[in-house]
């Protein structure tokens, strides 16, 4: 059994996701459908994609209505045990949201640099969250990032999001 953990450095904290429903899986992607973790009013569920090969995790989040409030794109490194089949989503802190009118936000830059100053994480990290943050933000700046991620996760669970 597949098994999903996200490590977060701010707060420190390690999240087994588990419960989550995995769609599909192959060397480039882990698609997954899921409900939040602590109930919230404006996001109902969700389904993520992540991008094994580029340290992205993106995901549309669903309203009460199951339309996409927004989508959010958490930047990852991500290690997998083959023994064990787990995953473990480690969370570089910066984070793009791109809302339904395309407007794009960049969040958490702050926390990325309290991680380094207090050591949580190390300069390859910090170098790591800066150099994928820019390589997905030059696709999201030119292409429509959400339409190729719907595009993706139709393709391979048959989901249209």
């Not at 990290?125 to 943050?133: I, T």
């Amino acid at each position: 059994m597949v098994r999903i953990f996200r490590n977060r450095f701010i707060p420190l904290e390690t999240i087994d996701l588990t419960s989550d429903e995995l769609l599909y899986r192959d060397e480039y992607y882990l698609i997954t459908r899921w409900t939040p973790i602590k109930p919230r009013k404006d996001i109902a569920s969700g389904i993520s994609c992540v991008f094994l090969k580029n340290g992205w995790k993106i995901s549309a989040f669903k309203d009460l209505n199951n339309l996409i409030a927004y989508w959010y794109c958490d930047i990852i490194d991500i290690e997998h045990d083959n023994d064990t089949d787990t995953y473990l989503l480690n969370d570089l802190l910066i984070d793009i949201r791109i809302m339904q009118d395309g407007k794009v936000e960049v969040i958490d830059l702050d926390e990325l640099g309290t991680a380094f100053e207090q050591g949580l994480i190390t300069k390859n990290q910090l170098l790591s969250s800066l150099k994928k943050s820019n390589e997905l933000l030059s696709i999201v700046y030119k292409n429509d990032i959400t339409a190729m991620v719907k595009d993706i996760i139709l393709k391979h669970t048959g989901i249209g999001v």
